[in-house]
């Protein structure tokens, strides 16, 4: 049977375009800095979790300018042909990071060497724990809106900056304070962790969930109640 597609008009996807292309921005620019005090601060304590919370702000950024790229095209059918390619790059990105994080991380489980306590680490992990939920949100919601796998993963991206912000200040507290220096190693491997994660579900293309009653096919088979993105009615997806 026939069903009707409920799609945001033209002029909503340029108002949910430009929207994206506003708060990847402020992510670039958050992240850069967040980058620049992780590396520094995580090379001076010799902080694995630090200098993988950096390198995960490094690739948040160049997620986030590869979305940027698909949404710089004014026309949809464009941005709609950039979103593999973007996909892809994010997935690449988190993979990247896991490696990196996981060998480091066993080296200095492995006596190669005990970080040292930082207060720089400890108050950028507190801002990013604060700031990031927002950005993520906001971009979500619209990434959703719009039908953006590419965004929505970015979003995801952001919101996987939360968690390693709440792991990161756990595990830098701990040694600042009870002097575990094995708390550092653990954090930067649960790190790594959540980062294989999202890689794979943004190669996947997972998360491109449309709100609910705004996806539906015509010719669709019957009993099948998923939407291109592979969500189901009612779906809360991220």
Same mark, same amino acid.
């Given at each position: 049977m026939a069903t009707i597609s409920l799609e945001p008009s033209p002029a909503r996807r340029d108002v949910l375009a430009r929207r994206i292309r506003l708060l990847v921005a402020a992510t670039i $620019? =958050?992240?850069?800095? &967040?980058?620049? +005090?992780?590396?520094?601060?995580? $090379?001076l304590a010799s902080s694995t979790a630090l200098i993988g919370f950096g390198l995960d702000s490094v690739i948040e950024v160049s997620s986030a300018a590869a979305v940027a790229w698909q949404f710089s095209a004014a026309e949809h059918a464009v941005r709609e042909a950039r979103e593999k390619t973007t996909l892809r790059i994010i997935a690449v990105s988190f993979f990247v990071?896991?490696? =990196? +994080?996981? +060998?480091?991380?066993? @080296?200095?489980?492995?006596? %190669?060497? &005990?970080? &040292? @306590? %930082?207060?720089?680490? *400890? +108050? *950028?992990?507190a801002l990013s724990l604060a700031i990031m939920p927002f950005l993520s949100a906001a971009q979500r919601r619209a990434g959703r809106e719009i039908g953006s796998a590419s965004a929505v993963a970015d979003s995801k991206q952001t919101l996987l900056c939360t968690y390693l912000s709440a792991v990161l200040l756990v595990g830098l507290v701990l040694n600042a304070t009870l002097g575990w220096s094995w708390a550092d190693p653990i954090a930067a491997l649960v790190i790594a962790g959540i980062a294989v994660k999202e890689g794979r579900e943004a190669w996947r293309g997972d998360g491109c969930c449309a709100p609910s009653g705004l996806s539906t096919f015509k010719g669709q088979e019957p009993g099948k109640t998923e939407d291109a993105c592979g969500c189901s009615p009612g779906c809360a997806c991220c």
């Open positions: $620019t =958050y992240n850069v800095i &967040e980058a620049i +005090v992780a590396i520094a601060a995580g $090379t990071l896991a490696a =990196y +994080v996981a +060998v480091d991380a066993i @080296r200095a489980l492995a006596g %190669s060497g &005990e970080a &040292e @306590r %930082s207060i720089a680490g *400890i +108050v *950028i992990a």
